[in-house]
């Protein structure tokens, strides 16, 4: 018998398994002898009272013990002399497609554009020292795409889109701590998710998968609606059935590609706006009503929305106790991002805070049709490059002087180590985005009492939100509405956004692949 209870601890007591289990005995009303095991099934933190309490979902096992959880990757089959299905792109969506069709019995041949973990790492690095940005090997471009330097939060509200639970746990069989099979919040940051990624590698190839890398498809082969296959840096070609296009929302020489295919592309809402970063001290002090935080509290964190002027403006992946980072993918753009380490112990609390785009914004830009928001995004992205000095510095303000429309005389500490300098980001950015960001922070202000603080930097810009287009497909059966055995998926299709979502996506458009072939 398994009798589920509800505990309500202090962080401390929350820390400790001893305490756990009598607590939990305790309130089952079992004798001691009789509990065979107590699981915790669900963690989170509840921040709303003077001081915090974690909220645990327990299982306590009375009389007989659990059985081990099913390891999935007995699932998995060799697939080296089975059908082919090419996958453009190593992100969370590709690979766990790759994952999935290996289930199925289909063998997955991946293109990836960028450099394997390792070799990607020395390119991170020359972008962080010398300002030098690959186009093909960056935070968004290179193996496991732009989850594997990311921040690596795994909350997702898309709960009908997939199996969760299957997607943390192959992350867990694969490294991850099982941690986030419970937390309300799972988290795995930067430091964890390249091995996690490179072991993922390994399962694919040890069951007949191949992964090529430095692998930049820049062309298809198109018989009249069918996709036959694609073409590999201009040289090779590789034919399947499907072709899995799982590009990531960067990717833009790919929209371009089909759009000059005929293939039809359709212009996506997304947002764009700074990110913004204050102490970390500062958010704990607003949040759990103490600083320095006690131990077993992880860094807060905070989730803010409004509307003014009609549209959204709210915080987006927000990086407790992280660090934010360059996020170009090609020479000459400034675009930031945040990720953190699993211990979230920087010194430094960073969200994006982006405004909703829409048709008034894009007007400069009607004259590129479906490309208008994506040029909107480039556009915004270059001319900050183009304001700076050549190098990835990025150009930031304190808080209350971006508000006031004044040129900061100096700058907060910040955690982004190309650096920042002052620069009149109220000028920079577009008008209507601007104005409703100075309306927000305030309002964000009112909403989270020392929110509003010169101690917080503005950094231009978060301009990578989600995808500025979408590859349209069929809902049912994930192909492209007008071209056989294409499917587009992940971030880059515009249907998915965050780690969990296109992994969830990738595994779908899997499903949907072997239908195809039967
Ligand atoms: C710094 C940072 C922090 C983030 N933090 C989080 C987070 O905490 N939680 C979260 O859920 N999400 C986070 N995200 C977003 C998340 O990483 C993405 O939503 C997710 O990776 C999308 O997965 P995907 O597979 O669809 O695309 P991507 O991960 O973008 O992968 C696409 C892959 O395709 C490759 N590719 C592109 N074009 C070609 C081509 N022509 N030929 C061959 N290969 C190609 C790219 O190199 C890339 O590897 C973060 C993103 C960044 C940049």
């Known amino acids: 018998m398994i009798k589920e209870i509800e505990l309500k601890l202090l962080p401390e007591q929350a820390a400790n398994p001893d305490i756990i289990r009598q607590k939990a005995i305790k309130k089952s009303g079992f004798p001691k002898r009789r509990v065979k095991d107590i699981q915790q099934l669900r963690r989170s933190i509840d921040a709303r ?24 990757l007995n699932n998995l089959q060799q697939v080296a002399q089975q059908d082919p299905v090419i996958i453009v792109g190593s992100g969370p969506a590709g690979y766990f497609a790759a994952l999935e069709l290996i289930e199925l019995g289909l063998k997955p041949i991946i293109f990836e554009r960028g450099k394997d973990i390792r070799a990607r790492r020395k390119d991170l690095r020359s972008i962080q020292k010398y300002g030098i940005v690959h186009p093909h090997s960056n935070y968004c471009f290179g193996e496991g795409g732009a989850g594997t330097y990311s921040d690596g939060k795994l909350y997702t509200r898309s709960h ?83 072709v899995i296009l799982a590009t990531g929302h960067s990717a833009r020489d790919i929209y371009y590609l089909l759009d000059g295919h005929g293939i039809k592309v359709e212009a996506k809402a997304f947002a764009l706006g700074v990110r913004i970063e204050h102490p970390q001290t500062l958010i704990d002090r607003i949040q759990y009503n103490q600083s320095p935080r006690e131990e077993h509290l992880p860094a807060s964190s905070y989730r803010l929305a409004c509307q003014v002027n009609g549209r959204g403006v709210y915080s987006f992946c ?61 556009s915004v992205e270059q001319s900050l490059f183009q304001f700076g000095d050549g190098s990835q510095r990025a150009p930031a303000q304190r808080l209350t002087d971006f508000v006031n429309g004044e040129l ?26 601007y104005q409703r960001l100075q309306e ?30 979408r590859i349209p497909r069929n809902p049912e059966t994930y192909m492209h509405h007008e071209v056989d055995g294409l499917f587009p998926c992940g971030e880059g299709s515009g249907y998915a956004g965050g780690i969990i979502s296109a992994a969830m996506d990738g595994q779908n458009v899997a499903r949907a692949v072997k239908k195809v072939y039967g």
């Open 49 to 72: 009272k003077s001081k915090p309490i974690v909220s645990l979902r327990v299982a306590v096992h009375i009389d007989e013990a659990p059985g081990s959880a099913p390891n999935l």
């Open 160 to 242: 009908k889109r997939g199996d969760i639970y299957k997607t943390l746990r192959i992350l867990v069989e694969h490294g991850a701590n099982s941690d986030i099979l419970i937390d309300a919040h799972p988290h795995i940051g930067s430091n964890k998710l390249p091995q996690i990624v490179a072991n993922i590698r390994k399962t694919i190839l040890q069951h007949g998968g191949q992964i090529h890398f430095e692998s930049c498809v820049t062309n298809l082969v198109m018989a009249k609606e069918n996709i036959r296959g694609v073409i590999v840096n201009e040289q090779s070609e590789h034919l399947a059935k499907a």
């Open 318 to 378: 927000m990086c407790p106790g992280g660090l934010v980072v360059p996020a170009a993918t090609a020479p000459g753009e400034i675009v930031v991002n945040g990720m953190s380490l699993s211990k979230r112990n920087s010194a430094h609390a960073n969200s994006g805070t982006v405004v909703a785009i829409t048709l008034e914004d894009l007007a400069p830009f009607k004259d590129k049709g479906v490309f208008s928001a994506l040029e909107l995004q480039r």
């Open 408 to 433: 900061s005389e100096s700058l907060p500490k910040s955690s982004y180590i190309p650096g920042l300098y002052s620069a009149s980001l109220h000028e920079l950015l577009p008008k209507g985005i």
């Open 440 to 469: 927000a922070v305030q309002i964000f202000g009112h909403k989270m009492r020392g929110y509003y603080t010169e101690e917080a930097n503005v950094i231009g810009t978060e301009s990578r939100t989600s995808s500025p287009v």
